[in-house]
C-alpha cells in the first residue's frame, strides 16, 4: 500500500486539523526564525536612525552656534581695533601730546601751560589716565574752535575743570580770556615683564 492510499484512509476531518496543525508550526517556525529577528532589527535600526538624527541635529546646533561665534569673533576685534586705535600704547602718547600742542597752536591760541602731571592707574588695570594741566590765553572764538578740534581728534581726549578768567583787552585790541584745563588723555596699560636673575648654585664640596 502505497503513502496517498494510507493518507486516503485517514479521515477527512483528522487530515484537516493535520494540516492546520502543520501550517500552525510553520507559522510558528516563520514567527520565530524569521519574524521576530526582521522585527528586532528593524527597531534596532529605527533607534540608530534615531540617534543619528539627534547626532544631526546636535552638528547643526554648534555649527549654526560656531557660526554666531565666529561673527562674535569679528565684532569683538573690531571693537579691539577701535580701542587700540583710541588708547595708544605707551610709544605712542608722545606723539599723541605733541598732536594736542599743534591743536592748539592751529585754534590760534597762546599756551602758557603744558604741564603733565601724574598717571594714574585705572581700577581695572586695563589702562592709564594721563591727566594735563594746560593754561591757554585766547579769544572766545579761538577757544571754542579748540574744543571742537578735540573732540575730532582720533584718540579719547576729556577736557574738564575748565575755569575761565575775565576778559581782558589784548595788545590787538582784541578781547581774550585766560582758559585754566585738564585734558585727560589715556594710555593702554602695558604688562611689564620682570627678568629674574638666577644665582648660580654654590657647589658643595
Given at each position: 500500500?502505497?503513502?496517498?492510499?494510507?493518507?486516503?484512509?485517514?479521515?477527512?476531518?483528522?487530515?484537516?486539523?493535520?494540516?492546520?496543525?502543520?501550517?500552525?508550526?510553520?507559522?510558528?517556525?516563520?514567527?520565530?526564525?524569521?519574524?521576530?529577528?526582521?522585527?528586532?532589527?528593524?527597531?534596532?535600526?529605527?533607534?540608530?536612525?534615531?540617534?543619528?538624527?539627534?547626532?544631526?541635529?546636535?552638528?547643526?546646533?554648534r555649527?549654526?552656534?560656531?557660526?554666531?561665534?565666529e561673527?562674535?569673533?569679528?565684532?569683538?576685534?573690531?571693537?579691539?581695533?577701535?580701542?587700540?586705535?583710541?588708547?595708544?600704547?605707551?610709544?605712542?602718547?608722545?606723539?599723541?601730546?605733541?598732536?594736542?600742542?599743534?591743536?592748539?597752536?592751529?585754534?590760534?591760541?597762546?599756551?602758557?601751560?603744558?604741564?603733565?602731571?601724574?598717571?594714574?592707574?585705572?581700577?581695572?588695570?586695563?589702562?592709564?589716565?594721563?591727566?594735563?594741566?594746560?593754561?591757554?590765553?585766547?579769544?572766545?572764538h579761538?577757544?571754542?574752535?579748540?574744543?571742537?578740534?578735540?573732540?575730532?581728534?582720533?584718540?579719547?581726549?576729556?577736557?574738564?575743570?575748565?575755569?575761565?578768567?575775565?576778559?581782558?583787552?589784548?595788545?590787538?585790541?582784541?578781547m581774550?580770556?585766560?582758559?585754566?584745563?585738564?585734558?585727560?588723555?589715556?594710555?593702554?596699560?602695558?604688562?611689564?615683564?620682570?627678568?629674574?636673575?638666577?644665582?648660580?648654585?654654590?657647589?658643595?664640596?
Open positions: 500500500m502505497g503513502f496517498v492510499d494510507k493518507i486516503q484512509k485517514i479521515p477527512v476531518k483528522t487530515r484537516l486539523y493535520g494540516f492546520i496543525g502543520f501550517l500552525c508550526v510553520l507559522g510558528g517556525l516563520f514567527i520565530y526564525f524569521i519574524y521576530i529577528p526582521m522585527i528586532s532589527d528593524i527597531r534596532k535600526n529605527e533607534k540608530v536612525l534615531s540617534e543619528t538624527e539627534a547626532t544631526i541635529r546636535g552638528n547643526d546646533e555649527i549654526k552656534k560656531l557660526a554666531e561665534l561673527q562674535d569673533v569679528v565684532t569683538l576685534n573690531a571693537k579691539l581695533k577701535l580701542l587700540s586705535e583710541q588708547l595708544p600704547q605707551e610709544t605712542e602718547v608722545s606723539t599723541l601730546l605733541g598732536e594736542l600742542q599743534g591743536l592748539v597752536n592751529k585754534s590760534g591760541l597762546t599756551l602758557k601751560l603744558w604741564k603733565p602731571e601724574k598717571r594714574r592707574t585705572h581700577s581695572s588695570g586695563l589702562y592709564e589716565e594721563i591727566p594735563i594741566s594746560v593754561d591757554l590765553i585766547g579769544g572766545y579761538n577757544v571754542g574752535v579748540f574744543f571742537d578740534s578735540i573732540g575730532k581728534v582720533k584718540r579719547i581726549v576729556n577736557i574738564s575743570n575748565i575755569k575761565m578768567g575775565l576778559p581782558k583787552l589784548g595788545s590787538d585790541g582784541a581774550e580770556i585766560t582758559i585754566n584745563c585738564t585734558a585727560m588723555t589715556f594710555a593702554a596699560a602695558e604688562n611689564k615683564v620682570e627678568t629674574v636673575q638666577k644665582t648660580p648654585a654654590k657647589k658643595t664640596q
